[in-house]
């Protein structure tokens, strides 16, 4: 079953007072081309980002976004230096002593002391950072693939209908293509006709002309082609892989046979039946512009 290139996920995780987020989004484009925005904090998983993604993708273009957000008491500590603040108790008890002062000491006596309290910058460990960034990574390009995949089943729907009509056309082409040898006998023998008026001629000379004609109007190469290239793009549908550049290939070689029936038929009704099995044949190109 094909995937479509055209994708979106998204996943928020909270680790500790921590906020990981990870955005992807893709549109259609001929190989894989990745675009990832890190905050500067994780640079160092630039590189291992973009593998989690190329092992689930293949082709399209991708942005991709990661953020992380820490509060205050998850990157840093406060550390109180005691030795410190009970210096400061001795000296404020000894200043009541002195003093007189028959108030008692209060928290709020000695916290203005800034210089007891010291912040210090908590180093994180990167293992287990990874560790966060990577499954919130996988849970977003789940969501991302999922996506794909629903946008693939549509295509393969269309798709699978517009070949049941490009296939229809080619069997009027064979009930019609015995016919082009006929009208073209009728014509070279009506113009015969006409300029020779009621002299004789040499019908044997026309019979040989007619199988020469015939030759090269026949398009049962052509269209035995096509009925192969349309059986190869089913099988190709079914596949559970990248197909993009194959069913390409296919539509070019599909449009190609279609000109040379057109370019060896001169019937009316046949050139009709082309002109339809082309714009079929356009609509089935522009569906698969959006296939992995």
């Known amino acids: 079953m094909p995937n479509s290139m055209t994708g979106y996920g998204r996943f928020i995780s909270t680790y500790d007072g921590m906020e990981i987020s990870f955005e992807i989004k893709s549109v259609n484009n001929r190989f894989l081309d990745t675009n990832i925005r890190v905050p500067r904090s994780a640079s160092q998983f630039e590189d291992k980002i973009k593998k989690l993604i190329s092992d689930r993708v293949s082709r399209g273009k991708i942005d991709a976004f990661l953020n992380i957000n820490r509060s205050e008491g998850s990157v840093s500590r406060i550390i109180l230096d005691e030795d410190l603040l009970l210096q400061y108790v001795k000296s404020l008890n000894r200043i009541n002593e002195l003093c007189g002062f028959s108030k008692p000491l209060e928290l709020s006596s000695v916290t203005r002391f800034g210089d007891i309290f010291t912040k210090e910058t908590v180093d994180e460990d990167e293992e287990e950072l990874w560790r966060r960034i990577s ?70 000379r026309v019979l040989t002309e007619v199988a020469i004609v015939s030759d090269k109007l026949a ?57 339809e099995a082309k714009c079929t044949i356009e609509k089935i190109r522009e569906q698969i512009q959006n296939i992995e």
């Open 219 to 275: 398009t049962d190469e052509e269209r035995t082609r096509l009925y192969s290239h349309i059986s190869q793009f089913r099988n190709l549908l079914t596949l559970d892989e990248p197909i993009g550049k194959k069913l390409d290939f296919l539509v070019q070689e599909m449009n190609r046979e279609v000109n040379t029936i057109g370019s060896k038929c001169q019937m009316l009704e046949i050139s009709k039946l082309v002109i």
């Open 135 to 204: 499954e919130t990574c996988e849970k977003a390009i789940e969501s991302f693939t999922e996506m794909r995949a629903a946008e693939g089943r549509n295509l393969y729907a269309d798709l699978t209908n517009k070949l049941d009509e490009l296939e229809n056309v080619v069997k009027d082409i064979d009930r019609l293509s015995p016919d082009a040898v006929n009208a073209y006998r009728e014509r070279l023998i009506s113009k015969i006709n006409e300029i020779l008026g009621n002299e004789s001629f040499d019908e044997q």
